[in-house]
């Protein structure tokens, strides 16, 4: 087995590093000046603009999409690594290279299953990073981790669909510059398969019947680099029915698509999270001094630091192999490493940004470290793209298959 990257993977961890140092890190401290004197809080800073620019200069751009004809045509292998790497600034450089969630999602969704006029209206300003998305699927009456409970209407009338319910949750839909909702609701609530009730349908944010209600939070953040995670109402909004994405009753089989690649986006990203939690740890435990010893002197403390080490290796592998798979032998043979990394992942990062937390005492609780947010985010991912419970009882029914 060869574990080491390939030359393109290699250029470009060097000049993403590069980036990462010379751009993206001094960009931290300013983008929480540029919004303290925003007029909205969920205006963008400028300095997302310069990075943006730089990051398109130097070609770091649309990373994720494995397809030439629209991204850098990287493989998941590839872009793993790379994903890492923006996943040390998580509110920063996915933005600034055009890798951001849900944009990537609905990038891919749209180059998947979108048609032409679609894609022209829509991916292709996505793809240039000029416009944002949302993936409008969460509802807060029903238990949406069982996607055949969502309960929003789509309903075609005449030469068009009219789109009723209520979602919240829905990242990037407090930003300005989200122009549109991808919105999965049921198109035939009387279909025997429960699983071909639902349908996707492009709705514009403009559209009259569309009310962005509120951006609710997440362990008190709002996340507004991000653009929010918003209650959004659909009363009645009209849109063409060629917005439909697919056919009719074909959504959850679209919204899989969707949410396998993004499930491993996120893993890898929470890989690089865990690794600047160790960095400030390490540079933590070293420049201070309790009980008459450095804290790196503190037997805990080293044994923290050294967990820390194992879980990230352990957690990288399995990630990668993930990759791999579904670069090999795709997204459904590699079914359970996704719902395994899926499970893991997100568990023991959480575990390491809080021991980060605890080492910094009262300064890791504080906006002054990004640990409280990084924190914040992790745990939040225990129940994005599906919660922990969900994929074990999917992930355990597989295994014990195998033996009945």
Same mark, same amino acid.
């Given at each position: 087995? =060869?574990?080491?990257?390939?030359?393109?993977?290699?250029?470009?961890?060097?000049?993403?590093?590069?980036?990462?140092?010379?751009?993206?890190?001094?960009?931290?401290?300013?983008?929480?000046?540029?919004?303290?004197?925003?007029?909205?809080?969920?205006?963008?800073?400028?300095?997302?603009? %310069?990075?943006?620019?730089?990051?398109?200069? /130097?070609?770091?751009?649309?990373?994720?999409?494995?397809? +030439?004809?629209? #991204?850098?045509?990287?493989?998941?292998?590839?872009?793993?690594?790379?994903?890492?790497? @923006?996943?040390?600034?998580?509110?920063?450089?996915?933005?600034? @290279?055009?890798?951001?969630?849900?944009? @990537?999602?609905?990038?891919?969704?749209?180059?998947?299953?979108? +048609?032409?006029?679609?894609?022209?209206?829509?991916?292709?300003?996505?793809?240039?990073?000029?416009?944002?998305?949302?993936?409008?699927?969460?509802?807060? %009456?029903?238990?949406?981790?069982?996607?055949?409970?969502?309960?929003?209407?789509?309903?075609?009338?005449? $030469?068009?669909?009219?789109?009723?319910?209520?979602?919240?949750?829905?990242?990037?839909?407090?930003?300005?510059?989200?122009?549109?909702?991808?919105?999965?609701?049921?198109? =035939?609530?009387?279909?025997? $398969?429960?699983?071909? /009730? /639902?349908?996707?349908?492009?709705?514009?944010? =403009?559209?009259?019947?569309?009310?962005?209600?509120?951006?609710?939070?997440?362990?008190?953040?709002?996340?507004?680099?991000?653009?929010?995670?918003?209650?959004?109402?659909?009363?009645?909004?009209?849109?063409?029915?060629?917005?439909?994405? *697919?056919?009719? #009753?074909? #959504?959850?089989?679209?919204?899989?698509?969707?949410? *396998?690649?993004?499930?491993?986006?996120?893993?890898?990203?929470?890989?690089?999270?865990?690794?600047?939690?160790?960095?400030?740890?390490?540079?933590?435990?070293?420049?201070?001094?309790?009980?008459?010893? %450095?804290?790196?002197?503190?037997?805990?403390?080293? #044994?923290? !630091?050294?967990?820390?080490?194992?879980?990230?290796?352990?957690?990288?592998?399995?990630?990668?192999?993930?990759?791999?798979?579904?670069?090999?032998?795709?997204?459904?043979?590699?079914?359970?490493?996704?719902?395994?990394?899926? !499970?893991?992942?997100?568990?023991?990062?959480?575990?390491?940004? =809080?021991?980060?937390?605890?080492?910094?005492?009262?300064?890791?609780? +504080?906006? $002054?470290?990004?640990?409280?947010?990084?924190?914040?985010?992790?745990?939040?991912?225990?129940?994005?793209?599906?919660? $922990?419970?969900?994929? /074990?009882? +999917?992930?355990?029914?597989?295994?014990?298959?195998?033996?009945?």
């Amino acid at each position: 087995m =060869d574990f080491a990257f390939d030359a393109r993977t290699e250029e470009l961890r060097e000049r993403l590093l590069a980036f990462m140092e010379e751009y993206v890190y001094p960009a931290e401290p300013v983008a929480a000046e540029q919004r303290a004197r925003l007029a909205s809080p969920w205006d963008t800073p400028a300095v997302f603009g %310069e990075l943006k620019a730089e990051a398109r200069r /130097q070609g770091l751009w649309n990373l994720f999409l494995p397809d +030439s004809a629209y #991204g850098a045509g990287l493989t998941n292998l590839q872009y793993a690594p790379l994903a890492e790497i @923006t996943g040390r600034s998580p509110h920063l450089a996915p933005t600034a @290279t055009n890798c951001a969630a849900p944009d @990537t999602g609905n990038m891919e969704l749209l180059a998947q299953f979108g +048609s032409e006029e679609q894609k022209k209206q829509w991916l292709d300003p996505l793809l240039a990073g000029e416009i944002r998305s949302a993936f409008a699927m969460t509802e807060p %009456e029903v238990a949406s981790s069982d996607a055949t409970n969502i309960e929003t209407r789509i309903e075609r009338v005449g $030469d068009a669909y009219v789109v009723t319910g209520r979602k919240w949750f829905i990242s990037g839909a407090m930003n300005p510059d989200c122009k549109v909702f991808i919105v999965m609701g049921k198109t =035939d609530p009387r279909a025997a $398969d429960p699983r071909r /009730q /639902q349908s996707m349908i492009l709705v514009p944010r =403009d559209t009259p019947g569309v009310e962005v209600r509120r951006a609710m939070t997440v362990y008190g953040y709002e996340d507004h680099d991000h653009g929010g995670h918003a209650e959004v109402v659909f009363d009645g909004a009209r849109v063409p029915a060629s917005n439909l994405i *697919g056919e009719e #009753g074909t #959504g959850f089989t679209i919204a899989q698509a969707r949410l *396998g690649p993004g499930r491993i986006h996120h893993c890898m990203r929470l890989i690089g999270m865990a690794e600047r939690a160790i960095e400030l740890m390490c540079r933590r435990a070293i420049g201070r001094t309790a009980f008459g010893k %450095e804290l790196a002197a503190q037997g805990v403390v080293q #044994g923290w !630091i050294a967990d820390a080490r194992v879980t990230v290796e352990q957690l990288r592998l399995l990630v990668l192999k993930t990759a791999w798979l579904m670069d090999t032998v795709g997204n459904r043979g590699a079914h359970t490493e996704i719902q395994a990394i899926k !499970i893991a992942t997100p568990r023991a990062v959480v575990g390491i940004l =809080d021991q980060a937390v605890q080492l910094h005492g009262a300064g890791g609780v +504080s906006q $002054d470290f990004p640990l409280a947010e990084l924190w914040a985010a992790a745990r939040t991912l225990r129940l994005a793209d599906g919660p $922990d419970e969900v994929h /074990q009882r +999917s992930l355990a029914q597989r295994e014990l298959k195998r033996y009945r």
